[in-house]
């Protein structure tokens, strides 16, 4: 997976330095609804107050957002969810 020196392990693992864990993987993908969500809600409540907002186009009614927000969440719920990681630590080459 990588190759980490005696002097970074004793500072900490960042794993998010190897994409290819399921939890780095996850995270991402965390990040991305969460954000996702977030952008489609503030949207459907400003075209819902009628905000004036030049150069934009209107958003989705707010029901058909929140609707979606919901299943976005349902999303969210699942990648948050406990998985196992499991590392293991070989000596390497001199």
Do not use: N, Y
Not at 65 to 84: N, W
């Amino acid at each position: 997976m990588g190759t980490l020196t005696g002097k970074e392990l004793d500072a900490g693992i960042d794993t998010r330095r190897f994409p290819e864990l399921t939890t780095t993987r996850c995270a991402a993908e965390l990040l991305k609804r969460i954000r996702q969500r977030g952008r489609l809600l503030t949207d459907a409540w400003l075209t819902e107050i009628g905000h004036k907002r030049p150069g934009m186009s209107k958003s989705q009614p707010l029901a058909a957002a929140t609707t979606r927000a919901d299943e976005l969440g349902k999303q969210i719920s699942e990648l948050i969810k406990e998985a196992p990681l499991e590392l293991r630590i070989v000596e390497g080459q001199p």
